[in-house]
C-alpha cells in the first residue's frame, strides 16, 4: 500500500512564501498523477495543482496560478508545491494525493492521500 506524508507547512505572513513536501513510499511506486488539494475551516476540500509523474504536464486552479509551482523529485519519491505571494485566502489544510490513472481535478480521481499539513498565512 502506497503511503504519502506531506511536511513543509507553518506560519507565513502574507507576500511570503512556503514549500510543501510529500514523500511517497511504497514497494514500487510510479503514479499516473500527483496531486495537491487543499480545505480551509467550514469549505469544501478543493483542487490546488496536479502534475504527471513521467512527464512535466502541470495543471492550476486558477486561484494559485502564477503564484504557486508545483514540481517532483522522482528518485526521492517526493512531490512539492512551491507557495509564493502567499495570502490569507490560502490559509487550508494542504493535502497531498496520487491517482492510479488521470491528470483530474476531482476528489474521487484519487486513489491515495497523505495526513494533510496546515498552512496559515496572517495578515
Known amino acids: 500500500q502506497v503511503q504519502l506524508v506531506e511536511s513543509g507547512g507553518g506560519l507565513v505572513q502574507a507576500g511570503g512564501s512556503l514549500r510543501l513536501s510529500c514523500a511517497a513510499s511504497?514497494?514500487?511506486?510510479?503514479?499516473?498523477?500527483m496531486a495537491w488539494f487543499r480545505q480551509a475551516p467550514g469549505k469544501e476540500q478543493e483542487f490546488v495543482s496536479a502534475?504527471?509523474?513521467?512527464?512535466?504536464?502541470?495543471v492550476y486552479a486558477d486561484s494559485v496560478k502564477g503564484r504557486f509551482t508545483i514540481s517532483r523529485d522522482n528518485a526521492k519519491n517526493t512531490v512539492y508545491l512551491q507557495m509564493n505571494y502567499l495570502k490569507p485566502e490560502d490559509t487550508a489544510v494542504y493535502y497531498c494525493?496520487?491517482?492510479?490513472?488521470?491528470?483530474?481535478?476531482?476528489?474521487?480521481?484519487?486513489?491515495?492521500w497523505g495526513q494533510g499539513t496546515q498552512v496559515t498565512v496572517s495578515s
Open positions: 494525493a496520487a491517482a492510479k490513472y488521470g491528470l483530474g481535478r476531482k476528489r474521487n480521481e484519487y486513489d491515495y
Open positions: 511504497g514497494r514500487t511506486f510510479m503514479p499516473y498523477a
Open positions: 502534475t504527471r509523474w513521467a512527464y512535466d504536464n502541470t
